[in-house]
C-alpha cells in the first residue's frame, strides 16, 4: 500500500533534516514543498504540524515554518530523557541480543577505538549511533523504542557531535561501551544493565553541561 500524501511529505522533510539537507533555520515553504510531491499544500502543513510535535520544526506566526534550532536547553532535556528510555530499551533488549549482534557491537567499538588515534568527531558520533542501535533495537516494547528513536532523531538535528565539544569523553565513552557488552554478554540483572546504560549517558550530558559551564544533570 503505497504512503499517503502526508506521510510522503513526513518522510521527505523527515529525511532532510535529519540527515542535514536542511539546517536550522532553513525554512520550509509549503507552496515548494508542495510541487516536488505533486500535492497540495495540506498533506504538507499537516506533515510538518507531526514534525513540529516531534520538535523538529517550529512555527512562528508572520515566519512559518522553520527547521528546529539546537541549543543546550533542548540537548539537556533529549539527554535526560534518553538516558531514562533507552536505559529500559537497552536493559529490555538485552535477553535478545545473540552473538552475532554482540561481535558486531564491538566491531563497531573497536572502530570507534581506532578513530580515537587519528579523532573524527562527525564519525565517531555515526558509529556511536550505530553501537547504540544494536543495543536497543530488539526492545520488545515498542512504545519505548519509539521513544528512544525520537530522542536520537532530536539529537540529529543539532547534528553537530558533543564529542567536538569534549573529546576528551570519546576515549571513556568506548571503555564504557565495552562494559555495557560484558554485562549483556554475562546476562546480568536487567536492573544492571539499566543503571549501566543510564549512567553512560548521563556522564556524556555532564561531560557536555561542564564544558558550557552548566550545572550537571541530577539523573
Not at 525554512?27 to 514543498?33: A, D, K, N, S
Not at 523538529?56 to 533542548?74: I, K, P, S, Y
Not at 580515537?116 to 512504545?143: G, I, K, M, W
Not at 569523553?169 to 560484558?182: I, P
Amino acid at each position: 500500500m503505497a504512503p499517503s500524501k502526508s506521510e510522503s511529505a513526513y518522510r521527505l522533510l523527515h529525511e532532510r533534516i535529519t540527515e542535514g539537507t536542511f539546517s536550522p533555520g532553513y525554512r520550509l515553504v509549503l507552496g515548494t514543498i508542495a510541487a516536488e510531491l505533486g500535492c497540495s499544500v495540506v498533506p504538507v502543513r499537516e506533515a510538518i504540524r507531526r514534525l513540529e510535535a516531534e520538535g523538529l520544526v517550529t512555527f512562528e506566526r508572520n515566519v512559518g515554518a522553520t527547521v528546529a534550532a539546537a541549543d543546550t536547553t533542548l540537548y539537556l532535556h533529549t539527554m535526560q530523557t534518553l538516558a531514562i528510555i533507552e536505559g529500559a530499551a537497552t536493559a529490555l533488549s538485552a535477553p535478545f541480543i545473540d552473538e552475532n549482534q554482540l561481535a558486531a557491537a564491538r566491531a563497531i567499538n573497536q572502530a570507534m577505538s581506532d578513530l580515537l588515534v587519528d579523532f573524527n568527531a562527525p564519525r565517531f558520533t555515526q558509529l556511536n549511533n550505530e553501537f547504540h542501535q544494536v543495543l536497543y533495537r530488539n526492545c520488545p516494547n515498542p512504545h519505548i523504542l519509539e521513544l528512544v528513536h525520537r530522542g536520537w532523531d532530536r539529537l540529529a538535528v543539532m547534528r553537530s557531535s558533543s564529542f567536538t565539544h569534549i573529546p576528551g569523553r570519546a576515549r571513556e565513552s568506548v571503555k564504557e561501551h565495552a562494559g555495557l557488552l560484558d554485562l549483556i554478554e554475562a546476562k546480568a540483572p536487567a536492573a544492571q544493565i539499566e543503571q549501566a546504560a543510564r549512567a553512560h549517558r548521563t556522564t556524556t550530558l555532564n561531560a557536555y553541561l561542564a564544558a558550557a559551564s552548566l550545572p550537571a544533570s541530577p539523573l
